[in-house]
């Protein structure tokens, strides 16, 4: 039996344009958006990693939102998709959710660039979930900062088009792998 499948959206330490450290906004589109994608293909969990009070107050509205009786009358199945989202201060507190109900995760992380001292074949995963579970990490901005490197235990190729343009929006990267993670 496949251990879960758990995704995380990082917002705090990424990277803006210019490889600055940042801490990047929350989207409405992100929360409900990668919730549907995650519905879809039987993620157990959608962690929405940022450190700021406000911004996680912003998010459980947008929630309670998307829970409200109005929301269920005109889009029914957004509700048991949003209910797939936890809201996590930081990084850490994701790993001790899910290794106190399955043990460590398998950290995988994906990027627009390719890291071969640490890749993994989506096809490998697999194999992975019927030992542990996984947890697969989302950078937002530009990505994930380096000081992540050493909490990763593998990177997930990168995505690639028809040329070299590589900048979907991590709602389409997060719907992408989850495809093919499931396929």
Do not use: C
């Not at 330490?13 to 919730?35: E, M, Q, W, Y």
């Not at 850490?92 to 994906?110: M, N, R, W």
């Amino acid at each position: 039996m496949l251990k879960s499948l758990s995704i995380a959206l990082i917002h705090y330490p990424v990277v803006d344009r210019n490889g600055a450290v940042i801490t990047s906004s929350v989207t409405n589109l992100d929360l409900h958006d990668i919730a549907r994608s995650a519905r879809t293909f039987g993620v157990k969990r959608y962690f929405v990693v940022h450190p700021s009070d406000d911004e996680q107050a912003l998010n459980r509205r947008i929630i309670r939102h998307w829970q409200s009786e109005f929301a269920l009358g005109v889009h029914p199945t957004r509700k048991p998709a949003v209910s797939l989202i936890s809201l996590e201060k930081d990084f850490d507190s994701v790993l001790a959710t899910i290794e106190s109900e399955e043990g460590k995760p398998l950290v995988v992380a994906t990027s627009a660039r390719k890291h071969p001292t640490k890749s993994i074949l989506e096809s490998e995963i697999k194999t992975k979930r019927e030992e542990q579970p996984v947890l697969i990490l989302f950078g937002t901005g530009y990505g994930l900062h380096e000081s992540w490197l050493d909490r990763i235990d593998a990177f997930l190729p990168p995505i690639s088009g028809a040329d070299d343009y590589n900048h979907l929006s991590v709602r389409s990267a997060v719907a992408i792998y989850l495809d093919r993670l499931i396929h």
